[in-house]
């Protein structure tokens, strides 16, 4: 029986070429009958894909034919499924584009990155050794989300500053607006899904000042796969696809509250209404009822 399964990687690295990147990266994925979505820039490449484990397999290792691309670490995860085609239910289509970033901060020209990664970013560190700077620093640790703040509502670190950014963008002014410059004297944490987003913003505060600033390795997908639900993590992990977000273990927290009712879920819903992007944390009952923007537009 086939295996769905969904691959999340990024690499930093100056490609001189992104177009010519990109054209060789849709006609693998295509020819490979994935979905997702591939970014790619003069910084480097990003990518979400889903299919059959065994497509994907082949995807990786083409992938790190490619001597810059050489060293990217693939993280693995469940997909929900496959159709009759054998193409990922976690995807609608395949989507490689060339951006200005591969992680949409606004800061382009802030950016440098070398062969190596991102220059001057945060100090990286692994599950385990997140646990032994708690262990020696005790509550001066700060744990500060890199993602929106919808993801960070249904799962976080325990104790976590969050900051109010609606998208990646919103960044750069929060922390030049000084509303952070309080933590520039204690070791700060940044972490995201993956690792890229706190790969740049590692790098944007620590421009900006902060003097200890440090990058979970793999983002929370690598902590949950070392520690799973049993360690400083709480909740589950928003994802970018159908899915919607995962756990990692059967004992997972519920710290979502419902925008409706306040009943406890890990549920997100995009508002239906056409002119609305907006995304809530919504009950099954409350979703069959209005969306909190539009009161007269359900909500599914």
Known sequence: MALAKILLYYVFTPLADPDAVRLWQRDLAESLGLRGRILISEHGLNGTLGGEMGALKRYVRKTRDYPAFKHIDFKWSAGTGLDEHGASLDFPKLSVKVRDEIVSFGAPGELRVDPDGVLGGGTKLSPEALHELVAERGDDVVFFDGRNSLEAAIGRFAGAVV??????????????????????GRPVVTYCTGGIRCEVLSSLMTSRGFGEVYQLDGGIVRYGERFGD????????????????????????????????????NRTVNCTDASCDAEFVLCESCSASACPAHSNSPVE
Do not use: M, N
């Not at 049993?230 to 419902?258: E, K």
């Open 163 to 184: 900051p109010d950014a609606e998208t990646t963008r919103d960044f750069v002014e929060l922390l030049d607006s000084g509303e952070f410059d309080e933590l520039k």
């Open 230 to 265: 049993d360690g400083l993590w709480q909740g589950s992990l928003y994802v970018f696809d159908q899915r919607g977000s995962i756990d990692f273990s059967d004992h997972a927290a519920v710290i979502g509250s419902c925008t409706g009712c306040g009943s406890a879920t």
